[in-house]
C-alpha cells in the first residue's frame, strides 16, 4: 500500500497543475499533451508551496499538503476545465506503448537505477519529510559534503511530496516516476507536432538511452521534461509562457538547467531578436533560481556554482573530446544521434534552427565544463550519459521540427475557442 500511496503521489501532480489548461497554447493540444504539460506545472507548484511553507515554518504534514495542494488542483480545474479531444490511435501510438512497457518492466527490475537517487536525491527527501520541511542547516553540514548540498531543490521536494502521502518513502515510486516524466515528454511533443513517428523516434531513442545511461530516479528525466516542454513553446506552437514554465522547471532540477536556459535565451535573442520577449521568458527561472542561490549563498553550500570560474585545462581538450564521443555512442554506433540527424538533413533544416543551436551549446557547454578538471576521465565516464541527455533531446525535436508541416492532434483553429471554453 505504501507503494501505491507514494506513486499516487506523482499521478496527482498533473491535478495540481490544472490550471495550465487555461491557457490557448495548452487547449489547442490533445489529451496527453495536456496531461504531461499540466505534469510539469504540477511539480513546479508543488515545490514553490513546500518552499513557502518551510520559509514561513509550517511544518508539512500529509493534511497541510493534501488541503494547500488540493485546493490549487480545485481552483486550477475551476479556471482551466476544458475537454479535449482524444489523442489519435495510429500504429505508432501501439509500438510507443511498447517502449513504455519495455521501459517500466526496466525500472521495475531496478537495471536502470541511478546511484544519485540512493545518495543525494532520496536521501534529501527523507530528511526534509524528518523534519517537516526544508533544512539549509543539515545541508551545510559537513555530513553532507559528498550529497551536492547546493543542487538544485525541486527534484528532492517532489520526492518528498510523494514521501509524505504515503508516510514512508517508497525508492520503486521515484524510479518508476522516469517513465512518467520520460513519455510526458514524447506527449508534448507528439501533440503539439501531430508527428506519430516523430514522438516514436523519440521514445524509442530517450528510453534506450536513458537505460544505458542508468539515469533512473535521477535528475535527467524531469529535466529532460522540463526542457521539452521549453524547447516546444519556442520552436512549435509559440507559446512565451509554456517556454517560461519549462525553463523555470528545468533551472530549479540541476545545476545542468541553469545552462539550458542560458542557451534557450541565446538561441531565442538570435533568431527572434525581440530582447523583451526573451527577457520574460527567462525572468520566472532566474527569479527562482537567484532567490535559491542567495539561499544557498547564506549557508556557504555554494561551490557547485563556482566550478566556471576554475582553471581551465585546455591540454585535455582532446583527451575530453575522445571520452565524450565514446560516452555519445550509447554503446550503439552513434545510432541515437546519426538517425534524428538524418531526419532533419532530409526536412526543412531551416525550421530546425532553435533545437539545433540549443543541441550545439549543450554539447558545447558540457565539453567547456569537463576541460576544468586536469583529468576529467571519471567525471565524463560517470556523468556524460546522463548530461548528453539534453543535447540528445533537442536533437530529437530538431527532427520533428524539420518536418513540422500540419496542426496537432486535436488543435483547435485560430479564432475558435476550445471545447468545452467559455
Not at 510523494?162 to 501533440?191: D, E, K
Not at 524547447?231 to 517556454?243: F, G, H, Q, W
Not at 576544468?372 to 543535447?391: C, G, K, N
Request: net charge positive; with cysteine.
Amino acid at each position: 500500500m505504501t507503494h501505491v500511496l507514494a506513486f499516487a503521489a506523482y499521478l496527482a501532480l498533473p491535478l495540481i497543475g490544472l490550471g495550465v489548461w487555461r491557457l490557448d497554447a495548452v487547449r489547442r493540444l490533445d489529451l496527453p499533451a495536456r496531461i504531461a504539460v499540466a505534469l510539469a506545472a504540477g511539480m513546479l507548484v508543488t515545490g514553490v508551496v513546500m518552499t513557502l511553507m518551510s520559509i514561513a515554518r509550517v511544518p508539512w504534514s500529509r493534511t497541510s499538503l493534501v488541503i494547500v495542494l488540493g485546493a490549487i488542483a480545485a481552483a486550477g480545474w475551476y479556471v482551466g476545465r476544458a475537454s479535449a479531444r482524444p489523442a489519435e490511435v495510429g500504429r505508432e501510438t501501439w509500438l510507443i506503448l511498447v517502449f513504455i512497457i519495455i521501459t517500466v518492466y526496466g525500472l521495475l527490475d531496478a537495471r536502470e537505477s541511478c546511484g544519485d537517487l540512493h545518495f543525494f536525491w532520496g536521501p534529501k527527501a527523507v530528511r526534509f519529510y524528518r523534519d517537516g520541511g526544508i533544512n539549509l542547516s543539515w545541508l551545510a553540514s559537513p555530513d553532507t559534503q559528498r550529497m551536492n548540498p547546493g543542487y538544485p531543490i525541486l527534484l528532492p521536494l517532489v520526492y518528498a511530496w510523494s514521501h509524505t502521502l504515503a508516510q514512508q518513502f517508497s525508492w520503486w515510486a521515484a524510479i518508476l516516476a522516469t517513465a512518467l516524466f520520460l513519455f510526458g515528454a514524447v506527449a508534448i511533443v507528439r501533440g503539439a507536432s501531430g508527428d506519430d513517428r516523430g514522438a516514436l523516434l523519440m521514445a524509442a531513442t530517450l528510453s534506450y538511452a536513458i537505460a544505458v545511461a542508468y539515469a533512473a530516479g535521477a535528475g535527467e528525466a524531469p529535466l529532460i521534461l522540463f526542457e521539452t516542454l521549453a524547447i516546444v513553446a519556442i520552436t512549435l506552437i509559440d507559446s512565451p509562457t509554456l517556454a517560461a514554465l519549462g525553463l523555470a522547471g528545468a533551472a530549479l532540477i540541476k545545476i545542468e538547467g541553469a545552462t539550458f536556459v542560458i542557451a534557450v535565451v541565446i538561441v531565442d535573442l538570435l533568431l527572434r531578436r525581440n530582447w523583451k520577449r526573451t527577457l520574460a521568458i527567462a525572468a520566472p527561472a532566474a527569479l527562482l533560481l537567484g532567490a535559491w542561490l542567495a539561499f544557498v549563498r547564506a549557508y556557504g553550500i555554494l561551490e557547485y556554482y563556482r566550478g566556471a570560474g576554475m582553471p581551465i585545462y585546455f591540454s585535455t581538450l582532446p583527451k575530453t573530446l575522445l571520452l565524450l564521443a565514446k560516452t555519445a555512442s550509447y554503446e550503439l554506433w552513434w545510432l541515437p544521434w546519426l538517425v534524428p540527424a538524418a531526419v532533419v538533413a532530409t526536412g526543412k533544416v531551416r525550421r530546425a534552427a532553435a533545437p539545433l543551436l540549443i543541441a550545439l551549446l549543450t554539447f558545447g557547454a558540457a565539453i567547456f565544463f569537463y576541460i576544468h578538471l586536469p583529468d576529467p576521465t571519471w567525471w565524463i565516464l560517470s556523468s556524460a550519459p546522463r548530461v548528453l541527455l539534453t543535447p540528445l533531446t533537442a536533437l530529437l525535436i530538431a527532427a520533428v521540427s524539420a518536418w513540422y508541416s500540419r496542426p496537432a492532434h486535436g488543435v483547435v483553429s485560430q479564432g475558435e475557442k476550445a471545447e468545452g471554453s467559455s
